[in-house]
């Protein structure tokens, strides 16, 4: 099992940044990428970005695609996303997810983070 500690998220205005982190413990090795999600009121939860810790090539959601960057320290088992250009549909419920496969999906995904809240104003 895969224990995830998430960080940052909060309010911001719309054209801002926010960075969030995810710390990973327990049986990383388990884990071969990490990756984010998102989850609006009344949406379904929905993919954002991934990395894996091997080659380190992000991928992203098209919605995210240029604005977001996924990255990672393999030394300290964390991963980062940065999001700029925030727009007010970026504001979700963001859940850190540590995934059984490079392909980061709801399937694959063996442990997943509390969540932090992200709020864009217009």
């Known amino acids: 099992q895969v224990q995830l500690e998430e960080s940052g998220g909060g309010l911001v205005q719309a054209g801002g940044s926010l960075r969030l982190s995810c710390a990973a413990s327990?049986?990383?090795?388990?884990?071969?990428?990490m990756g984010w999600f998102r989850q609006a009121p009344g949406k379904e939860r929905e993919f954002v970005a991934a990395i894996s810790w091997s080659g380190g090539r992000p991928y992203y959601a098209d919605s995210v695609k240029g604005r977001f960057t996924i990255s990672r320290d393999n030394a300290k088992n964390t991963v980062y996303l940065q999001m700029n250009s925030l727009k007010p549909e970026d504001t979700a419920v963001y859940y850190c997810?540590?995934?059984?496969?490079?392909?980061?999906?709801?399937?694959?995904?063996?442990?997943w983070g509390q969540g932090t809240q992200v709020t864009v104003s217009s």
């Open positions: 997810a540590a995934a059984s496969s490079v392909v980061v999906v709801s399937s694959t995904v063996n442990s």
């Open positions: 327990g049986r990383t090795f388990s884990s071969k990428a």
